[in-house]
């Protein structure tokens, strides 16, 4: 993409591990995004750092941010199957938010 | 709360016809969004709108008008209809343009 990628395109673990998606950009940023989407469904927003923000948590996600690399990544704690969706980061800068390609996460039982 | 509702879910046209896509919001956001998703890709903003009355560009806006005559509804239509634009739409709201976007469920398009 020419604005940005996420890393893996898809991604296979049992239940209980950990799950790591990257996203990378290529602008200047007011915050970072990352949303979840289940089949047939609409994205839901998961959780929002800042471009002065390095670290976030909410419950089981890690969010982590680096400006001076344009990337970000996301970690998942001890997944579930019902983690089982596709990821997607997205960047915020102006009025706009672009979003990366998505991460396919399945969780095995 | 509804949240976001879009309609029609799904609908399937023949190239040359038109519709509108009609969205609504009832959690009294300023922008709206709508973005289009093609199969196994991100999603790409067409059109939005950052206040009643106004509407802006996006990525993707060619062969899209939009209108945002209330503030709770985001008209988004085709006025002629490609197989190209064959995709799921997909619209979105939000306080602010720093602030979480709400999504609707989608509503699948397939133009013949």
């Known amino acids: 993409s020419q604005q940005g990628e996420e890393d893996p395109q898809a991604l296979s673990i049992q239940e209980g591990e950990n799950a790591t998606m990257n996203c990378s950009y290529k602008?200047?940023?007011?915050?970072l995004q990352w949303y979840r989407q289940n089949s047939g469904r609409g994205l839901v927003h998961l959780i929002l750092i800042r471009s002065n923000e390095r670290e976030k948590h909410s419950g089981r996600l890690r969010v982590t941010l680096d400006t001076s690399k344009k990337s970000s990544s996301l970690l998942i704690t001890a997944s579930r199957a019902a983690d089982t969706a596709s990821y997607f980061c997205a960047w915020g800068a102006g009025n706009m938010l672009t979003f990366g390609g998505g991460t396919r996460l399945m969780v095995k039982p | 709360n509804a949240g976001v509702t879009q309609t029609p879910k799904f609908r399937v046209l023949k190239t040359g016809q038109s519709m509108t896509l009609l969205c609504a919001q009832d959690?009294?956001?300023?922008?709206m969004y709508w973005y289009r998703q093609d199969p196994g890709m991100g999603l790409r903003l067409i059109h939005y709108?950052?206040?009643?009355?106004?509407?802006a560009k996006g990525e993707v806006p060619d062969g899209y008008n939009v209108s945002r005559l209330k503030k709770q509804n985001f008209l988004l239509g085709l006025e002629s209809a490609a197989p190209s634009q064959t995709s799921v739409y997909f619209c979105?709201?939000?306080?602010?343009?720093?602030?979480?976007?709400?999504f609707g469920d989608g509503t699948r398009l397939s133009i013949l």
């Open positions: 602008t200047s940023i007011n915050n």
């Open positions: 979105a709201s939000s306080y602010t343009q720093s602030k979480p976007q709400h």
């Open positions: 959690m009294n956001h300023e922008y």
């Open positions: 709108s950052v206040g009643e009355g106004t509407t």
